[in-house]
Nanobody
Framework: QVQLVESGGGLVQTGESLRLSCAAS????????VGWFRQAPGKERQFVAA????????KYTDSVKGRFTISRDTAKNTTYLLMAGLKPEDTAVYYC????????????????????WGQGTQVTVSS
């Protein structure tokens, strides 16, 4: 069983930064891609960023490229999402998720490829 716990959300003003953390349980967690998704009220959950188990591969949705950075610390079993230059449209609940297949980085933008999810952390950006 894998447990994912997000933290680091909060209320910030436009242009400010936040760093989200996703702490995971499980000895083999470093073999799996981790994804960050977000869901705004009344909208579908959407892909934000993903990082491979080794950290070698990353992918971002276009709207956050150049502003968000995903990283991971395998020793701590923790994945991070550094969000800079935040905008009101970034307001959402942010979730981290574990990819189903070890040592794989295919179709990482699709929610169906992830089997464990955290409880989410709220990010609110005021204008």
């Amino acid at each position: 069983q894998v447990q994912l716990v997000e933290s680091g959300g909060g209320l910030v003003q436009t242009g400010e930064s936040l760093r989200l953390s996703c702490a995971a349980s499980g000895r083999t967690f470093s073999m799996y891609t981790v994804g960050w998704f977000r869901q705004a009220p009344g909208k579908e959950r959407q892909f934000v960023a993903a990082i491979s188990g080794s950290g070698r591969f990353t992918k971002y949705t276009d709207s956050v490229k150049g502003r968000f950075t995903i990283s991971r610390d395998t020793a701590k079993n923790t994945t991070y999402l550094l969000m800079a230059g935040l905008k009101p449209e970034d307001t959402a609940v942010y979730y981290c998720a574990k990819y189903q297949v070890p040592l794989s980085f295919g179709s990482v933008t699709e929610t169906r490829m992830y089997d464990y999810w955290g409880q989410g952390t709220q990010v609110t950006v005021s204008s």
